[in-house]
């Protein structure tokens, strides 16, 4: 089980758990898979975003669709394993 925690720019912790896989797309990496992801937004909705963690918020449905969760310049993201660990720092270098 993988957990999202963000830390916004006032401090304010949120953890978002992801189930057991997740996908992490940054648009410095791969512009065009970023593009895609994100294809509905507008470009000022995607001004401050670096990224997009694409995860399965409910695993139960049939439909196979992503839940989005875009990553903001200026705050910090961790992926944290079920025991509490730090598995990856994902935030913006």
Not at 58 to 80: A, H, Q, R
Request: aromatic content about 12%.
């Amino acid at each position: 089980m993988f957990i999202l925690r963000t830390i916004t720019k006032e401090n304010v912790q949120i953890n978002t758990c992801l189930d057991i896989h997740y996908v992490l797309v940054l648009k410095s990496k791969n512009e065009k898979e970023f593009a895609e992801r994100t294809k509905l937004w507008s470009q000022d909705d995607l001004k401050d975003v670096y990224g997009v963690v694409c995860f399965d918020a409910n695993p139960v449905k049939e439909e196979d669709t992503d839940s989005l969760m875009p990553l903001y310049k200026g705050f910090k993201y961790y992926i944290m394993a079920s025991n509490g660990e730090t598995f990856d720092n994902i935030s913006e270098k």
